[in-house]
């Protein structure tokens, strides 16, 4: 059986708003769901999964896929960094698609969300069906504890469409995004576990 397991650890966006104490005293869910249909098998914390909050990292994926879907990106993209020093070293050099996955590294994700432009992006949130859709935080803000927010049981059903590549978006673009998302993973001798 293949099964997908989604787990958003919530706290480092969010205030103190779950019922429960899990994850080593964080607030946060777990969703275990079943990769074949979407249901729903296990879950902690359910009513946090269904509240909404800003997507912060995460957006990165949804921010991917438009990014392979309109050609402002491919594989081989490389995003120069622009010389401004951040507190996390491994942002402060030239990036690729994988590589700011991996690392989350918030001046590429505002770079393709200014690249595309806020009509652009809004009109993908509309397609992906993305949470409140809400982008008028700005093009360079609005995932980063500003208006756009997305639970984490619709991120889930995202990632789970993803996976499954049901997504409304090309297969390419679709691939691209879970090869970055994977190819971490796998680079460090994960395979097969």
């Known amino acids: ?33 079943r990769l074949k249909d979407g249901s729903l098998l296990e879950s902690a914390n359910l009513a946090q999964a269904k509240e909404r909050f800003s997507p912060c990292s995460t957006f990165k994926i949804a921010a991917a896929l438009m990014a392979f879907e309109s050609g402002a990106m491919t594989p081989e993209t490389v995003f120069r960094w622009n010389g401004v020093r951040e507190d996390r070293e491994e942002c402060n050099q030239d990036q690729t698609p994988a590589s700011w996955m991996e690392r989350s590294v918030v001046w590429v994700t505002q770079q393709i969300t200014r690249q595309l432009g806020p009509a652009k992006v809004q009109k993908y949130l509309s397609v992906l069906k993305y949470g409140n859709q809400d982008f008028s935080g700005g093009v360079t803000q609005a995932w980063l504890t500003s208006s756009l927010k997305i639970s ?16 409304p978006f090309s297969r390419q673009a679709q691939d691209q995004t879970v090869q970055i998302l994977v190819r971490p993973y796998l680079s460090r001798g994960h395979a097969g576990r």
Do not use: H, W, Y
């Open 1 to 33: 059986m293949k099964i997908l397991v989604i787990l958003f650890m919530l706290a480092s966006c969010v205030p103190a708003l779950a019922q429960e104490k899990l994850f080593d005293n964080r607030d946060g869910c777990f969703l275990l769901i």
């Open 152 to 167: 984490a049981q619709e991120q889930a059903t995202l990632m789970g469409q993803l996976v499954r590549r049901k997504l």
